[in-house]
C-alpha cells in the first residue's frame, strides 16, 4: 500500500541510533526497576519495557553490545534483553510483569 | 468601571493555559479581542477564572507574531518571506530528500498541548502516515508522561479518576509535588474552599508553598521532603498503611488482584520503609510520615492531586504508581471525595496524551505493535503503518548528534528553552539539516530552524481541548487567524505537499476521525459538544454525555481489577556534592505560563518580570549573598544568572526557581538524568551551588550576559562548561 517504505534505503551506516553510554544507563534504569520481581518475573518486565517502548535500532544496539560481552550492564538487563531474541512474540500489556 | 469600548460580538470558547480548562466568552469590537469574561456555565470553572486566562489574552496581537511563512537554507542566514504553497514545497523536498539519503526514520515531529485534538491528532498522522515512521512525541514527555505510564500500570488509564467537583466531597486531600494556587489556580481556589470547609489537608512539596499555608488555610502535615525522596517517603506511608493494618482489604480482594497486593505490602512493609529509617533519608521527622499515613487512609474519602513534583524525576513514574498503588490499597477509588488526580500544566496535556502523540501508542494508548489496533488505523487511512515503537523526543535529540536524525517538525513547542541540559539540545539541532517551527514567535528554537509556519493561537481556530478532569471541550475562533490558516490547516498543507493527499471542510471533521479510531472519545462530536456543552471521557454508547468518575465497578484492565507495582526506592544519580552542594528545584508561579512566549508579551509581567532564585537564609548567608544580589546559579551542565530573595519556603540545602523568562536560561543548569520508564527529564532534581555576582570584569567565558552586561561571574572552576558540545552555540 505504502510505496514509500520500500522505495527508501534503511538507513545510515552502522553506528549505533543513540549513544552506546545513553543507552546502557537507560537500560540499567529499567533493570533497577524490576530487581524486585523474583527472576522469571523481572526478565520477562524488561524484555516487555524494551519490546514495547523501544526503537528497534536501540534494541538491537543493546544486543549487539551484549554479544560484545556486555560490560558495565546489570545482569538483570542481559537476561531481559536475551528474551527479545529468545521468546514467542506476544502483545504489549501495562501493569505487572506476567512470567 | 464599565469597558469604554461596546463589544459587537462575543463566541463562548476554552482557556489554553493551563489543564483546568476554564470556559470564557471572548467579546470582540471589530475583530479585536477586547475582553475575556469566565463563563459561568462552563463546567470546569463554574464562572471563576485566573489572572493569565482573564487578562493575558493581547499576545495573540503583538507586535512579534510572525504573519508571513520563512524559510532559509541554512541557519546563518536570514529569513525570506514565501507563500504558504512555497514553505510547504521547500519543507517536503527537504524532508523526502533527508529520507532518501538517511533513510525512512531519520525524521519525525513534536506536537504541542497548546494546540488543539484535532491538530494534534493530525500531527501523529502526518508522522505515521506521511512521513512513514512513528518518530512523533508531544510534550507531555517532558512533563506527564509518567502519569501515563505508571496509572496505566496500576488503574489501566493515565487520566484523572474524578472530575473536579469531587473534591468537595473529600475529607482528606493530599497534595503531592504540585502548586494548584500558583499552577491551576481555579482548581487551587477549589481546594481551598474545601480545606477551609473543615477538609484535612497533607502536602508533600519541598518547599513551603501557598498551598501549605495561606489565609484561612493551613496544612495538617506538611511534608518538606529532600528533592529526589518522593519514592522513598510514599514507600514510607504505604509502610504505615500496612503495617498498622489501615488498607481495606475488603476493596483489594474485591476489586484488585490479591496476589500483587501481598507482593507489594512485603515489599513496602519492610523494615526499610519504615519512617525511622527513611525520615532521615528525606529530611523528615518519622513522625509526620506516620501522621500522613494515618490521615490518608482514615478518609473516609481521601483524594490525591499531583503533579510535576512527582512525575520529573529519575523515578518519576515509580512514584506516580506509588500513588495508584496507595489509593487501590485503601479503597480511595470508584466514588466521589476520592481518586488519583494529575494536575495537567499546559490546556490540552490530557488531549496530547489521549490521542496518539506517542512514539509508542496510538490514540487510546494502544500499542503500535497491536496488529489489530494498527489495521484499524491503516484501514482508515489507506497507507501500510511502521509496527515498531519509534523514537522519543530526547532519543531523536540523542540521534541527531549520531547522525541518525536530520529532520523534525517542531509544532508549538520550543525545546531549546523548556527542555532540560539546554547545550545538549541546541548542539543536536545544530547537526540537523531540515527543522520546521511551526509557532506564533520566533522562539529560542527557530534559531536553529529552517522554516518558520506562523500558527494560530486557540483565540483564532476552531476544535477541542481535553482538560485535566478528561473533559472535551470546544475551543471556538473568535478572531480570524492573523496569518491566514489554522493549525490544523498548516498541516494538512505539508501533508499534500508531502505526496499524501487529504482534506477537511472543518475541524469537527478531524473529531470525527478521532471518535471513529478511538474508543474513549466514540460518541464526541461538535454537534453533541454544541449541545451540552462539555463531556469527559469515556464517552461512548454506554455513557453518551460522558463520565464523571472513573472506575465505578470495574478497572479498564483485561481483567477489570486494578493491580499494584513494586515501587523500590533507587536514588537518583543526582547527588550533592562539594562542589555542588544545593539541590535546585525548578517551578511556576501564577502569573505566567510555562516558558512564557505568550503571559511575557502581556502586561502579566508586570507581576512577574524576571525569574528569582529563592534561598534559605542560612545558605545565602554563608555565600555572603543579600536578598536582591544578582546571584550566579552553577551545575555540571552549565551556569547562569538571576537574582536571588531570601526565602523561608525553602530549607537549607535546597534553592528554588522559575523558568518562564528566556534570557534566566534556567535550563542550561538542569540535569540530563530521565525517568526509567519514558525519559520524563528530572527537572526537580540538580545538584547546584550559587555564588555572588560581583559588579566588575567579565565573566568566564569573555563574553556578557545578556541582561546584565558588564556583571561578572565570580571565579568557580566549577562552573566550567567550554568542553560541552554546542556550547559555542548558544546565543547570549
Known amino acids: 500500500m505504502n510505496m514509500l517504505r520500500d ?63 556486555a560490560g558495565g550492564l546489570s545482569p538483570h538487563v542481559v537476561e ?17 510483569p506476567k512470567a | 468601571m464599565a469597558n469604554p469600548i461596546k463589544p459587537d460580538r462575543s463566541v463562548v470558547t476554552t482557556c489554553a493555559y493551563c489543564g483546568v480548562g476554564c470556559n470564557f466568552k471572548a467579546e470582540t469590537h471589530q475583530g479585536r479581542i477586547v475582553r475575556m469574561t469566565p463563563w459561568k456555565d462552563g463546567k470546569a470553572n463554574h464562572g471563576h477564572s485566573c489572572i493569565k486566562g482573564r487578562f493575558a489574552f493581547d499576545y495573540y496581537n503583538h507586535a512579534d507574531r510572525i504573519r508571513k511563512p520563512m524559510i532559509r537554507d541554512s541557519i546563518s542566514e536570514v529569513w525570506h518571506e514565501v507563500t504558504w504553497e ?18 525512512r526514520q531519520a525524521i519525525g515531529g513534536v506536537s504541542s498541548s497548546r494546540c488543539t485534538n484535532e491538530e494534534i491528532f493530525l500531527t501523529q498522522k502526518l ?49 503531592v509535588g504540585a502548586n494548584p494556587t500558583e499552577g491551576h489556580p481555579v482548581f487551587g481556589s477549589l481546594l481551598k474552599r474545601r480545606v477551609r470547609q473543615g477538609a484535612k489537608l497533607i502536602v508533600l512539596d519541598p518547599r513551603q508553598t501557598e498551598t501549605v499555608r495561606s489565609p484561612h488555610v493551613r496544612a495538617d502535615v506538611h511534608l518538606a521532603l529532600r528533592p529526589g525522596t518522593n519514592v522513598a517517603v510514599l514507600d514510607s506511608i504505604a509502610h504505615v498503611v500496612v503495617r498498622e ?80 498503588n496507595l489509593s487501590l490499597a485503601c479503597g480511595m477509588l470508584g466514588r466521589e471525595g476520592v481518586g488519583v488526580n494529575p494536575l495537567r500544566g499546559q490546556g490540552n496535556v490530557q488531549g496530547g496524551s489521549c490521542l496518539g502523540s506517542w512514539p509508542h501508542v496510538f490514540s487510546g494508548y494502544r500499542f503500535v505493535t ?68 511551526q509557532d506564533l514567535f520566533l522562539n529560542e528554537t ?77 460518541g464526541l462530536s461538535f454537534e453533541l459538544l454544541d449541545r451540552v456543552g462539555s463531556a469527559q471521557w469515556p464517552c461512548d454508547e454506554h455513557a453518551p454525555e460522558g463520565t464523571e468518575v472513573l472506575h465505578r465497578e470495574r478497572f479498564p484492565r483485561a481483567n477489570g481489577r486494578g493491580t499494584f507495582m513494586l515501587t523500590e526506592y533507587v536514588p537518583t544519580r543526582e547527588r550533592v556534592t562539594d562542589q555542588h552542594p544545593l539541590l535546585l528545584t525548578t517551578g511556576r ?36 549573598i543579600k536578598d536582591g544580589d544578582m546571584a550566579w546559579l552553577s551545575s555540571r551542565f552549565g551556569a547562569t544568572q538571576l537574582r536571588a530573595r531570601i526565602s523561608q519556603r525553602v530549607n537549607p540545602g535546597t534553592v528554588y526557581t522559575t523558568f518562564h523568562h528566556a534570557e534566566t536560561r534556567v535550563n542550561v543548569v538542569t540535569s540530563d538524568l530521565s525517568d526509567w520508564a519514558t525519559n520524563c527529564p528530572e527537572y526537580k532534581v540538580t545538584a547546584v551551588e550559587v555564588a555572588l555576582v560581583k559588579p566588575a570584569g567579565f565573566d568566564e567565558y569573555g563574553r556578557s550576559l545578556d541582561r546584565h552586561a558588564g556583571l561578572a561571574a565570580p571565579d568557580l572552576s566549577t562552573a566550567t562548561t567550554a568542553s560541552h558540545p554546542g556550547r559555542q552555540e548558544v546565543h547570549a
Not at chain 1, 520477562?44 to 534494541?59: A, S
Not at chain 1, 531474541?85 to 500489556?93: A, V
Request: net charge negative; glycine share 10%.
Open chain 1, 80 to 96: 531481559g534483553a536475551r528474551l527479545l531474541r529468545s521468546s514467542e512474540p506476544r502483545k504489549g500489556y501495562y501493569g505487572p
Open chain 2, 370 to 437: 497491536d496488529d489489530e489496533v494498527r489495521g484499524s488505523f491503516e484501514a482508515e487511512w489507506g497507507v501500510a503503518l511502521d509496527a515498531e515503537p519509534g523514537l522519543r523526543l530526547p532519543n531523536m535529540f540523542d540521534a541527531a548528534l549520531t547522525g541518525h536524525f536530520r529532520g523534525m517538525f517542531i509544532m508549538g513547542e520550543d525545546p531549546v528553552q523548556s527542555d532540560p541540559n539546554q547545550g545538549h539540545t541546541i548542539a543536536a539541532m545544530s547537526e540537523m539539516e531540515c527543522v520546521v517551527v
Open chain 2, 245 to 324: 493494618k489501615l488498607y481495606n482489604e475488603a476493596f483489594v480482594r474485591e476489586r484488585c488482584e490479591w496476589e500483587e497486593f501481598e507482593h507489594w505490602a512485603e515489599l513496602v512493609g519492610s523494615d526499610r520503609y519504615a519512617p525511622e529509617a527513611i525520615g532521615p533519608v528525606a529530611g523528615l521527622d518519622p513522625a509526620d510520615i506516620r501522621r500522613a499515613a494515618r490521615l490518608y487512609a482514615s478518609g473516609p474519602n481521601s483524594a490525591i492531586y499531583y503533579g510535576l513534583g512527582v512525575t520529573e524525576h529519575s523515578q518519576g513514574s515509580t512514584g506516580v504508581m506509588c500513588l495508584g
Open chain 2, 127 to 175: 508522522v505515521r502516515a506521511v512521513f512513514g515512521n512513528n518518530n512523533i512525541d508531544n510534550c507531555a514527555r517532558i512533563c506527564h508522561s509518567p502519569t501515563q505510564f505508571g496509572l496505566s500500570a496500576t488503574v489501566g488509564w493515565g487520566a484523572a479518576s474524578q472530575h473536579f467537583d469531587s473534591i468537595l466531597q473529600a475529607d482528606v486531600i493530599m497534595v
Open chain 2, 446 to 522: 527557530a534559531r536553529y530552524a529552517h522554516v518558520f509556519l506562523p500558527g494560530s493561537s486557540s483565540l483564532e481556530k476552531d476544535g477541542t481541548f481535553t482538560g485535566a478532569e478528561r473533559r472535551v471541550n470546544r475551543v471556538r475562533k473568535v478572531v480570524e487567524p492573523l496569518a491566514g490558516l489554522q493549525d490544523w490547516e498548516i498541516v494538512v498543507g505539508l501533508m499534500n505537499a508531502m505526496g499524501y493527499k487529504c482534506h477537511y471542510d472543518h475541524a469537527g471533521q478531524i473529531l470525527d476521525e478521532i471518535a471513529r479510531l478511538s474508543p474513549a472519545y466514540r
Open chain 2, 86 to 103: 512555497q514553505a510547504f514545497d521547500f519543507a517536503a523536498q527537504r524532508f523526502r530528500r533527508i529520507q532518501s539519503r538517511y533513510g
Open chain 1, 7 to 69: 522505495a527508501l534505503p534503511a538507513g545510515p551506516g552502522e553506528d549505533p541510533v543513540l549513544a552506546i553510554d545513553r543507552l546502557l544507563s537507560m537500560a540499567n534504569q529499567i533493570g533497577d526497576f524490576f530487581a524486585p520481581y523474583p527472576s522469571q518475573r523481572r526478565a520477562e518486565g524488561i524484555r516487555n519495557h524494551l519490546r514495547t517502548y523501544w526503537d528497534p535500532r536501540m534494541r538491537e544496539a543493546l544486543l549487539a553490545y551484549i554479544d560484545a560481552g
Open chain 2, 589 to 624: 508561579i501564577l502569573s505566567q505560563y510555562n516558558v512564557g512566549t505568550q503571559t511575557r508579551r502581556t502586561a502579566n509581567s508586570r507581576w512577574h518580570s524576571e525569574d528569582i532564585l529563592e534561598i534559605s537564609a542560612e545558605d545565602a548567608a554563608a555565600r555572603g
